[in-house]
């Protein structure tokens, strides 16, 4: 929704902040083949395809991918200044679900942006877990108490890691879907900025977005292929469980850790 602003420009799932360089991302890209199912960083492919040519056509990902090869002593920080600088005056958004599970990779991303916002989006933990279950299943079967431990952590990790950025702004994903209109000026009002009518409605509309919709064959998805093959905004609140207990004992988990119990109830849904 953010990328559909005219002040912004949103880039795919660029993954830069996992690695200090990119020769490093690219060898964990290979570790990572089997979650992603492309041969390298793909949010990053496209990126820089649409960029040089205009599109994300097959060979403008050919392009991409040698350029990232060419470029292995690269800190992943120039990558970011490189694209920065390439749709200045706009502002950079972009989100990479992989980075939260470290908290030196948070930290990178937070200098990579040298002042940047903070969006912390948060999501209810047993649709959380289901959909963790759902994407981790491409790289082997995961098991739902694990995904809890996970989901708990990188919150923490992210509660940790953002403590001294300028602007943070976290938010329930269920309370952005019910009613964006009323939930997102408050995000522009921390930066200062007044959230017009034509702006609102363009936000409305991330199927418009030049990177939604499934890639060519050499880089189709990135982490939320969910979202690729059905890009249009759904307004409403979401469904879910009445309680956290309830919602987790169907998934197997019947008594929840407290660590996960206490990040639950931070973020309001306990």
Known sequence: MLSQHP?????????????ETVGELLVLWTRLRSLFRTEFPSGLGRALAQLEFGEQSSAGLLWAREWMGSRKDWATADVWDFLAAAVHPRGVVEKSPLVVFQRERIARA??????AAVIHLARHPATA????????RKGGAVGARECLEAWAMAHRNIFE???????VWRVRGEDLLEDPRAVWPGFFRLLGMELSGEAMEAMMH???WVFAGVGPAEAPYDNDDHFL?????????????DSVDEGLAVLGIE????????VAEVLGYV
């Open 255 to 262: 008594e929840v850790p407290e660590a996960a119990r206490a």
């Open 110 to 115: 937070i200098r990579h942006g040298r002042g």
């Open 7 to 19: 002040a912004f420009f949103g880039f795919p799932e660029l993954n830069l902040a996992a690695a």
């Open 129 to 136: 877990v289901r959909s963790m279950q759902r994407t981790y």
């Open 229 to 241: 093959k059905e890009p249009t905004l759904r307004v409403g609140r979401p469904r879910v469980p």
């Open 161 to 167: 890691e953002t403590r001294g950025a300028e602007v």
């Open 206 to 208: 991330p199927e418009r």
